[in-house]
């Protein structure tokens, strides 16, 4: 199983830990930053957590459509 982030959503997530910091202090960010990579683990393990976006391709996202999941 892949997981591609779009470049749309590399550029938010860099934008939103910008922000935690920023707001919240470094701890803030990096626990921030384990918990989205613990989620992207858990995807990568269980890709049906995705909707099924193009059938024919079994290219799933997430519903925000900020990353997609291919099995």
Do not use: H, S
């Amino acid at each position: 199983m892949k997981l591609v982030w779009t470049e749309k959503a590399q550029q938010r997530i860099g934008e939103i830990l910008e922000y935690i910091e920023r707001e919240f202090g470094a701890k803030a960010r990096q626990t921030f930053r384990e918990k989205t990579q613990d989620f992207t683990r858990i995807l990568i393990q269980f890709p049906e957590m995705g909707t099924l976006e193009i059938k024919e391709k079994n290219l799933r996202g997430l519903y925000r459509g900020n990353c997609a999941a291919r099995g």
